[in-house]
């Protein structure tokens, strides 16, 4: 069976929803981790010129939960994110006081600030530029008689970010957003019929990578649907229920309360996923939604899976997709993102000869234990360490490794983990044999390979948006990454990499792979025989999460 001929995984997962392509200026992207964007108000940035002149850029002000970001009509301005922890000042002039700068007075908001960031002028995807020193920003909102209501959310954001402790931080923004659900509810004049019985509603948030957006979950006799709270990037996202074919219940953030819901039989992208504030919550709408599944396929057992991959009625493809999506692993999380292995170590040769068993990577042994001299290093240091032991101090998956990856097609999601930074260019994908030495031989780098590797797209490996990703210290730009001597070009790499995945040999020894990060030699005392032992702070139970 071949892989299914699909766009980009994180392209993908955008595109069932009306989520607005990477292309347009806004994002969630442009929010920090574990940020909230609130609600939005038309309105003019006034910038001073001349001194006394002032002209206006017309555009959306956005209020989120640690910052002010203004997004201009104009394509050629950059938007403005302002931090709130870094600024000074929030007030609305009132009309009896002239600004200092702009002699504006009724009507505006006024944020002086530290600093700020300039990012996507002329829509030119790039780092983030820091504009520094004590500055007022100036904004005149279309409707005048909102301005009481934004200063007084905004004074309630900034005492948050003001807070000394994060942990305090984060209790008083749950506790803001909390508070702006429960006064607000499913408008249901949203529903695609008239005729349509309300079922349930319930607190949720649409998950995608690295952002989640808060709002309500509506169910129906005929619809599942989601309103987020800010109406963005639409007022409603709607699942028909007849369509759905596959219903999973998820961890997130390591706790039982995602769900994931699928219209199509073998996608590995969903067509909703959703995270809830309470286990019941999420399991009263798995059970309402999976009575509508025609043949009720919820979480199929892994061992149906096994005996029609066995029987070779699925490809190795298909298979670990099936374990991947199994073991609550998901393209809308990129701490969770599915994960496949290295299978050819030979990036030397100018052809690849199949019949000999050094051209594929020892399924057996986990990328850490590959390097004999290295893993001898570091079983002693294992030896010697007191509990809780790991031999290896970074994991085969994670949010940094998936998006080192995919940094050609995703960068966006590479500004937002890095704080508005590329990568140093050094330590970008730039090859894929320096990868995988890197892989053998580096005291930190354990990392498995993506899904993608094995697909039919190979645009992760061009610089197709022709973004510029630095120069490293030999002088070289970063652009296309460089293949090994044995591919003709990118495509020409994706299809020996599948004709590897299901060749004989690995068809023989797979097994052994899935064993270590999906079987019995994942945890306990096959994991240490296996030599498979891992940080404690990567499993599920290695953190105390009251």
């Given amino acids: 069976m071949r892989p299914l001929a699909r766009s980009h995984i994180l392209s993908h997962v955008f595109a069932?929803?009306?989520?607005?392509?990477?292309?347009?200026r806004f994002s969630l992207l442009l929010l920090n981790l574990e940020e909230y964007y609130f609600e939005q108000h038309t309105a003019n940035h006034i910038l001073k010129k001349n001194g006394t002149d002032k002209r206006k850029v017309r555009g959306s002000l956005k209020i989120c939960s640690k910052s002010v970001i203004f997004e201009p009509d104009e394509i050629s301005q950059p938007i403005i994110k302002i931090p709130l922890r870094d600024c000074i000042k929030i007030e609305a002039p009132g009309d009896n006081e002239r600004n200092l700068f702009t002699g504006v007075t009724s009507g505006t908001i006024s944020i002086i600030s530290n600093q700020a960031?300039?990012?996507?002028?002329?829509?030119?995807?790039?780092?983030?530029?820091?504009?520094r020193g004590k500055t007022e920003y100036v904004f005149e909102l279309d409707v005048p008689g909102k301005v009481e209501d934004v200063i007084h959310t905004l004074h309630q954001l900034y005492r948050a970010s003001h807070l000394d402790k994060l942990g305090d931080q984060a209790a008083m923004i749950t506790a803001i957003l909390q508070s702006r659900l429960a006064r607000a509810s499913f408008d249901k004049n949203r529903f695609q019929n008239v005729s349509e019985t309300l079922h349930m509603e319930c607190k949720a948030e649409m998950v995608t990578p690295l952002v989640t957006n808060p709002g309500h979950v509506c169910i129906t006799d005929a619809n599942l649907y989601f309103q987020p709270l800010n109406g963005y990037p639409k007022p409603v996202v709607q699942v028909t229920l007849h369509s759905v074919r596959r219903i999973?219940?998820?961890?997130?953030?390591?706790?039982?309360?995602?769900?994931?819901?699928?219209?199509?039989?073998?996608d590995l992208c969903s067509d909703i996923y959703l995270k809830f504030y309470d286990t019941?919550?999420?399991?009263?709408?798995?059970?309402?939604?999976?009575?509508?599944?025609?043949?009720?396929?919820?979480?199929?057992?892994?061992?149906?899976?096994?005996?029609?991959?066995?029987?070779?009625?699925?490809?190795n493809y298909q298979y670990l997709l099936h374990l991947n999506n199994l073991a609550d692993r998901s393209c809308n999380d990129l701490s969770q993102y599915p994960v496949f292995p290295w299978i050819i170590a030979d990036y030397s040769s100018s052809e690849l000869d199949w019949t000999k068993p050094e051209t594929f990577r020892d399924l057996s042994k986990p990328v850490g234990a590959l390097n004999k001299e290295r893993l001898e290093r570091l079983l002693e240091r294992y030896r010697?360490?007191?509990?809780p032991k790991f031999m290896y101090?970074?994991?085969?998956?994670?949010?940094?490794?998936?998006?080192?990856?995919l940094v050609r097609v995703a960068p966006e999601y590479m500004l937002c983990l890095q704080n508005g930074k590329f990568d140093h260019p050094d330590r970008m994908f730039n090859s894929i044999a320096e990868t995988w030495k890197n892989c053998l031989d580096g005291a930190t780098d354990f990392k498995e390979l993506i899904p993608e590797f094995y697909e039919n797209d190979s645009s992760f490996l061009v610089n197709n948006l022709n973004l510029d990703l630095?120069?490293?210290?030999?002088?070289?730009?970063?652009?296309?990454?460089?293949?090994?001597?044995?591919?003709?070009?990118?495509?020409?790499?994706?299809?020996?990499?599948?004709?590897?995945?299901?060749?004989?040999?690995?068809?023989?020894?797979?097994?052994?792979?899935?064993?270590?990060?999906?079987?019995?030699?994942?945890?306990?005392?096959?994991?240490?025989?296996?030599?498979?032992?891992?940080?404690?702070?990567?499993?599920?139970?290695?953190?105390?999460?009251?």
């Fill in 16 to 24: 069932g929803h009306g989520w607005p392509p990477l292309s347009t």
């Fill in 117 to 131: 960031f300039l990012t996507k002028e002329q829509n030119i995807i790039a780092p983030f530029k820091t504009e």
């Fill in 248 to 266: 999973y219940k998820r961890r997130h953030g390591l706790l039982p309360l995602g769900l994931e819901v699928f219209c199509t039989e073998n």
């Fill in 280 to 315: 019941q919550d999420r399991d009263d709408v798995y059970f309402y939604v999976a009575t509508y599944l025609e043949n009720h396929v919820t979480e199929q057992a892994a061992e149906s899976y096994m005996l029609q991959w066995q029987r070779g009625r699925i490809s």
């Fill in 384 to 387: 010697e360490m007191p509990e």
């Fill in 393 to 405: 101090g970074s994991h085969y998956s994670s949010p940094g490794y998936v998006l080192f990856y």
């Fill in 470 to 546: 630095g120069r490293t210290q030999g002088g070289k730009m970063v652009e296309n990454v460089e293949l090994p001597p044995w591919a003709s070009d990118a495509d020409d790499f994706l299809q020996k990499s599948r004709d590897a995945l299901e060749s004989q040999y690995v068809s023989e020894h797979l097994h052994e792979w899935i064993d270590l990060v999906f079987g019995y030699k994942q945890k306990g005392n096959e994991a240490v025989a296996a030599q498979n032992v891992f940080h404690p702070l990567t499993y599920e139970g290695g953190v105390d999460l009251n």
